[in-house]
């Protein structure tokens, strides 16, 4: 007998059709034995469209309210798999992150989780056999009492967590795909299964754009040492054997086994806006000048390349930061324009990141330089280049971000044959 955490994406539980699958797959968990707890997204396209409601109302809203409106997704398919499981005759009940409860931050919309009690749900586990059916996404902050979300993609974290918290033995995600992909599969037909991914690895393959896990579910996991393993939620329950390996991907401690491989997969992510500084003065403190009060104004920068100053007075700055902190980022610099001393401010939003993930670029030379020619030769221009011990990045324009992403997968015979 084992503990599961089995986790559901929103295409997973987009209608009670789909929902009544998942409750097959439980099902079959608990008739091998094993003690569940289930962590559900909302269904489809929910939280989109109550994201966008609460823009329409105001666009300048109330976090804390837009987190009460945004949580009811995942409570609606809660209780709506509890039905579906209670009719297959199995004991459940569901749970709002509130009433575990899921303690998290107050920082609304993007709450971290930092703390779970699981005692309730372990001692039903023994005492009814029960199910525990549990909202992704949601928390609560305990001191102001207020209901909280997790980010986008926050399920995940909320399932990893939830495993940590109750001990089990691994975290099963099941999405709309069969497992982690050398590149999203949607872009690139010929991307290949991978098997096993280390943690490592697949920080930074979430980190660079590669939305099938949240990033910080990666980082939960590390943390805990809590084996992740992302499968399909399409295959009929009925047809898995229970004794067989299903197709899914192992995220775990252990390093890739595909040693021969020195790149592992390929990211990229269109969130991105580039923003150049030109003129400013090159001397000392001039960087902080700028990356100072982006950071007090809560604004990652992701890539940034400096000039050397030809005249030795003035150089470019360019840099990038998220797309959805671009107007802000903006206002920061050129109401500070005069303190900063530069003469323009130039930008692109239609830009995208690129990046290759190995963790064999540690003990290989010359992995990056192979993509700098190949781009050339399709003609795509590097607008910059961030590089770090297992990853590098690339820059560009995002209408080439398709055929960058192909010419690569080629390039580091991550096709498929
Ligand atoms: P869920 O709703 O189950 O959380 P998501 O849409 O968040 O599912 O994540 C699954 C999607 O992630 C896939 O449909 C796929 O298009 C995308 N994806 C991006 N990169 C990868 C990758 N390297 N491997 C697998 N899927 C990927
Ligand atoms: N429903 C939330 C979202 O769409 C959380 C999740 O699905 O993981 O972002
Ligand atoms: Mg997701």
Redesign the pocket.
Same mark, same amino acid.
């Given at each position: 007998m084992g503990r599961l955490v089995m986790?559901?994406?929103?295409? #997973?539980v987009a209608n009670i059709e789909r929902i009544q699958n998942v409750a097959r797959h439980v099902k079959r968990e608990v008739d091998a034995g094993h003690e569940v707890a289930v962590v559900v #997204?909302a269904m #489809?396209g929910k939280t989109n469209e109550l994201v966008a409601w609460c823009t329409e109302a105001s666009p300048l809203h109330d976090a804390r309210e837009y987190d009460a409106v945004v949580a009811s997704g995942e409570q609606v398919t809660s209780g709506l798999l509890a039905i579906a499981l209670q009719s297959l005759g199995i004991q459940a009940r569901s749970w709002q992150g509130w009433q575990i409860p899921i303690l998290t931050s107050d920082a609304h919309a993007s709450a971290r989780i930092v703390g779970i009690d699981g005692s309730e749900i372990i001692k039903r586990f023994s005492e009814r056999k029960e199910v525990a059916v549990i909202a992704g996404f949601q928390g609560i902050h305990a001191e102001t009492g207020r209901i909280t979300t997790l980010g986008r993609?926050g399920?995940?974290t909320s399932a990893v967590a939830i495993a940590a918290a109750l001990k089990a033995d691994r975290c099963d995600?099941? $999405?709309? *795909?069969d497992? %982690?992909? $050398?590149?999203?599969?949607? *872009?690139v037909p010929k =991307?290949r299964?991978?098997d096993k991914v280390s943690f490592e690895e697949m920080l930074e /393959?979430a980190s660079l754009? =590669?939305? %099938? /896990?949240?990033v910080r579910s990666v980082e939960l996991g590390m943390v805990h040492n809590m084996p992740i393993f *992302?499968r399909s #939620?399409f295959d009929k329950p009925e047809d898995i054997d229970p004794h067989g390996t299903p197709p899914g $991907?192992l995220i775990s401690s252990e390093e890739n086994s595909m040693e021969n491989h020195v790149v592992t997969?390929? =990211?990229f992510s269109k969130d991105e806006a580039q923003i150049s500084v030109r003129r400013i003065e090159d001397k000392p403190g001039v960087a902080a000048s700028i990356f100072g009060p982006l950071a007090d104004a809560n604004i990652n920068v992701d890539m940034i390349v400096q000039n050397v100053s030809e005249d030795g007075k003035t150089t470019d700055l360019t840099f990038t930061v998220p797309a959805s902190d671009f107007a802000r980022a903006k206002q920061t610099i050129t109401s500070a324009q005069d303190k900063i001393g530069y003469a323009r401010f130039d930008s692109e939003t239609d830009v995208a990141k690129v990046s290759v993930i190995g963790s064999g670029m540690r003990s290989h030379a010359g992995v990056a330089a192979q993509a700098f020619a190949a781009l050339a030769a399709r003609n795509i221009n590097i607008r910059a280049i961030t590089t770090s011990e297992i990853k590098f990045s690339v820059l560009i324009d995002a209408a080439y971000t398709e055929l960058a992403v192909r010419t690569l997968h080629t390039l580091y015979g991550l096709d498929q044959v």
């Open positions: 986790k559901f994406g929103g295409t #997973s #997204s #489809s993609g399920s995940d995600i099941y $999405t709309d *795909v497992g %982690v992909y $050398t590149t999203d599969p949607r *872009v =991307a299964r991978l /393959l754009g =590669a939305k %099938v /896990l949240q *992302v #939620s $991907t997969g390929i =990211a």
